[in-house]
C-alpha cells in the first residue's frame, strides 16, 4: 500500500462548489504540506502543518483552506472552487527533525472546476 | 532563500551519464541544495540533497562547486525511466523553513534509446 494517499485522484466540478481534497500518511510524519501545480511550472505551497495543532499559511493559500484531524490526516478544501483552481494537486509529508529528511509526495489529484 | 536557475531542457543518450547544471549564484552558507526530480505528473520524489561536500548515493551524485554558486546532478548511467523534469532547490535550514520547498520550472530530461 503507498505511504501518501490521496483522494479523489480526478475530480471535475463547477464554479462555486465546495470541493474537499484529503491526504493520508502511513509513514508516521509530523509535517504534512499541499502544493498546487499549473501545467508547466513546478510547485507552489498553498498551507502546511508541522503537527496537528499547528497551521500555516504557505505562498498562494487564497481560496484554499485546511483541516489537520490527525497526524495521519491533512485535508485541503475550496470553499467556493474558481476556475484558475484548475490545477494538479499534491500532498507531501515530511519527518521532523532536520533538513537532510525529505519530503514524500503522493500521487496527486487534478482537480478541473468548469 | 536563493534564486536557481536551470537549462529549461536537455537530451541523453540511454547508458550515459546526464549531468545537470544549476546555477544558484546567491546562496547563503546555511542554504542546502536540494534535487527532486517528477516523472510525468506524479509526486516529485526526493533524489539528493547538499550542503558544500559532493555526495552520492544509489540514485545520483552532487556535486558543488567550492564557492557553491553552482552544482550538478549527475546519473550516471541514465535509463528510459530517468526521463522526467528535475528541480533544483537551495533552501535556507531555519527550523521553519527548512521544510517549505520552493519549486522552479526545473530541467525536463528526456532519455533517448
Known amino acids: 500500500d503507498a505511504d501518501v494517499t490521496q483522494t479523489p485522484r480526478n475530480r471535475i466540478t463547477k464554479t462555486g462548489k465546495r470541493i474537499m481534497l484529503e491526504c493520508s500518511q502511513t509513514?508516521?510524519?509530523?509535517?504534512m504540506y499541499w502544493y498546487r501545480q499549473d501545467p508547466g511550472l513546478g510547485l507552489r505551497l498553498i498551507y502546511y502543518?508541522?503537527?496537528?495543532?499547528?497551521?500555516n499559511k504557505g505562498e498562494i493559500s487564497d481560496g484554499y483552506s485546511v483541516s489537520r484531524q490527525a497526524q495521519a490526516k491533512f485535508s485541503l478544501s475550496l470553499e467556493s472552487a474558481i476556475p484558475n483552481q484548475t490545477a494538479l494537486y499534491f500532498c507531501?509529508?515530511?519527518?521532523?527533525?532536520?533538513?537532510?529528511?525529505?519530503?514524500?509526495f503522493g500521487p496527486g489529484t487534478r482537480l478541473t472546476v468548469l | 532563500d536563493a534564486k536557481t536557475t536551470q537549462p529549461p531542457s536537455m537530451d541523453c543518450a540511454e547508458g550515459r551519464a546526464a549531468n545537470l547544471p544549476c546555477n544558484h549564484s546567491?546562496?547563503?552558507?546555511?542554504?542546502?541544495v536540494y534535487w527532486y526530480r517528477q516523472i510525468h505528473s506524479q509526486g516529485p520524489q526526493y533524489i539528493i540533497h547538499?550542503?558544500?561536500n559532493n555526495e552520492t548515493n544509489e540514485m545520483a551524485s552532487l556535486i558543488i562547486t567550492e564557492d557553491r554558486k553552482s552544482s550538478t546532478l549527475i546519473l550516471p548511467h541514465a535509463t528510459l525511466r530517468d526521463t522526467a523534469v528535475y528541480y533544483c532547490?537551495?533552501?535556507?535550514?531555519?527550523?521553519?523553513?527548512?521544510?517549505?520547498?520552493?519549486f522552479g520550472a526545473g530541467t525536463q530530461v528526456v532519455v533517448t534509446p
Open positions: 546567491t546562496i547563503s552558507g546555511n542554504e542546502y
Open positions: 509513514k508516521g510524519h509530523d509535517r
Open positions: 532547490i537551495a533552501k535556507g535550514m531555519t527550523t521553519d523553513s527548512w521544510g517549505k520547498l520552493q
Open positions: 547538499g550542503l558544500k
Open positions: 507531501a509529508t515530511q519527518r521532523a527533525g532536520g533538513p537532510g529528511n525529505e519530503q514524500f
Open positions: 502543518s508541522f503537527d496537528v495543532k499547528d497551521i
